[in-house]
């Protein structure tokens, strides 16, 4: 082979060379650039999904609370409703058993 036509082809072997390298350091970078991508995008998601978590956290204790106090609000209603029941038929229960007592007396005076 003519000393013309090696150093073309070691030219030529060369570029190819060059060309790989070129093209294992883009990629390489691409790899690195879709990690960092990855990573922020990870990064961003947690910490908005930590926030709704709070949010979400914060209106459930909301919740929980109003629930809570309608809960007390009426059970404090019906206790007030069962109290003015049962002092109506005390009063009730109290007259009947006077009463009782007026007419065994009558019974007996007689």
């Given at each position: 082979?003519?000393?013309?036509?090696?150093?073309?082809?070691?030219?030529?072997?060369?570029?190819?060379?060059?060309?790989?390298?070129?093209?294992?350091?883009?990629?390489?970078?691409a790899i690195q650039e879709t990690?960092?991508?990855?990573?922020?995008?990870?990064?961003t998601t947690l910490a908005?999904?930590?926030?709704?978590?709070?949010?979400?956290?914060?209106?459930?204790d909301q919740k929980a609370t109003n629930d809570a106090l309608e809960l007390a609000s009426s059970t404090a209603n019906r206790q007030a409703t069962l109290r003015a029941r049962a002092e109506r038929r005390l009063d009730q229960v109290a007259r009947q058993i006077v009463e009782r007592i007026l007419s065994a007396q009558a019974t007996s005076d007689k």
């Open positions: 082979m003519p000393l013309d036509v090696l150093i073309l082809v070691r030219a030529a072997e060369d570029e190819a060379h060059r060309a790989e390298i070129l093209a294992q350091k883009k990629a390489q970078l990690e960092n991508a990855g990573k922020e995008a990870v990064t908005r999904a930590g926030s709704e978590i709070a949010h979400l956290k914060r209106m459930s």
